[in-house]
């Protein structure tokens, strides 16, 4: 039999479904430049991609194998000169990549070819129906099918049968950005990096992760998003050390369900009582925000990393996405948009309902009254203030006490603008605001 095997988001051999069959068919994998995508994410995103890609395809040479590059208005062509038995290809839940499935099944029906798609990028099926409480979620669901599903893993294939067909190809994009400094684009690194990790530190993950030094999780999130690691080897390894890991696991599979059956969420509140709310829409806040000098040190670093290493802890994104929000009032998808343009782990799904969850008008969000106050924050999480000070360089000399108290920060005559608003007075105006809005008392 000739297979198709159409490459997405899955870029290595070991633990992938696409190469099932491989010792008895002949194994034909592609991938298709996709216009939208292209447009749609970030350089650090796409450069780490397309350097997987990259590494996969000299992966697959040294196996026999050959992955073909095609562009997306080459694929009808493509498959009619190929013939295969079967196309295949694995899932994937956001808007457009299931207008793209639609198309591509109608043009393998012209062609009267069978086509064959593979649940693989998360660990448990997405259900019928929505769940907008993870907890419920969590433990009605999840918990019980993972218990049925199969995790074991496939070893990567030692060959793979790939015919040689002429066909003109494309020379694939290779991006560049600071964020392939940071991150693995070849999937033996990354299978070390995680190793090491669960070696060293993922017995104390749920004690360490909501700190800021790299360790403290286990910053899989960008191999995870480029399918550079499968997303069963991180729960087998995880399940009897880790169940705080493996619960992470388990939103990140909540977050995928609610964008399958809500996909209006990128752009509208899940919530419909907070549709319509007056975000303020500030341009010249919102570029403070962005480039970190809003004169909140713990904000402006994590910020500040974001546009360096297209990272950042989760601990991080949430305080930076509550002051967007919550202090600086400023429109939510306007801080989601600006994450996923240079975010090196981006995905719709996660990126999408953390925001909302941050704003308050997701699944299961942090109550609108919940709202972080960034230098106690800095306090918990940072007591030392070394995050902030490897971010921000005109605080190296600042004494750590200053660096959670704007008062004895003004002490300090450096160049670094003063904080754009007092925070408790900004958290009293945002609430007044939520409960006129809302109707609460
Ligand atoms: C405002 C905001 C935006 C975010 N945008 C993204 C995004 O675009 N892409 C993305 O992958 N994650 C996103 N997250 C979730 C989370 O911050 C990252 O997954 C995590 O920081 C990645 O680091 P890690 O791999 O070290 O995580 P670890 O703490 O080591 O967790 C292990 C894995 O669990 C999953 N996970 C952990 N926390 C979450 C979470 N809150 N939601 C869903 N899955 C989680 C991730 O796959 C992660 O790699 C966002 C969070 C917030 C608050």
Known sequence: MRIVAIVRRELRLHDNPLWSGHAEHEIIPVFILDEFNQQEHGNNLKSLFFAAVHHLRSALSQIGGRLYCIHERQQEQFFAQVRPDVVRWCLDWEPHSRQRDACLQRCLQRLQIRTETLAESFLVELPDKPYYLFTRYFQSYWNPRLAQASTSLQPAPKTLRTPSIAFPEIELPRPESLALRFWHSDESQVRQTWQKYVRQHLASYEQRRNFLHP??????????????????????????????????????????????????????????????????????????????????PIVDAGMRQLLSEGWLPNRVRMIVASFLTKQLGLDWRWGERHFYTHLVDADLAQNVANWQWCAGCGADAAPYFRVFNPWLQTKKFDPEGSYIRRYIPELRQVPTAALCDPQRLREYQVDYPPPIVDVDQARKEYLTRVKRFLGRP
Do not use: N
């Open 215 to 296: 360790g403290d999780s286990s910053q899989m999130s960008a191999y995870i998003r480029c399918g550079l690691i499968s997303i069963r080897q991180l729960y087998r390894d995880a399940r009897d050390v880790s169940a705080t890991y493996t619960q992470e696991l388990a939103w990140r599979d909540f977050h995928i369900q609610l964008l399958y059956h809500h996909p209006e969420i990128t752009e509208l509140e899940l919530r419909q009582d907070w549709q319509r709310f007056p975000w303020s829409r500030d341009e010249q806040v919102f570029q403070r925000w962005c480039t970190g000098q809003t004169g909140i």
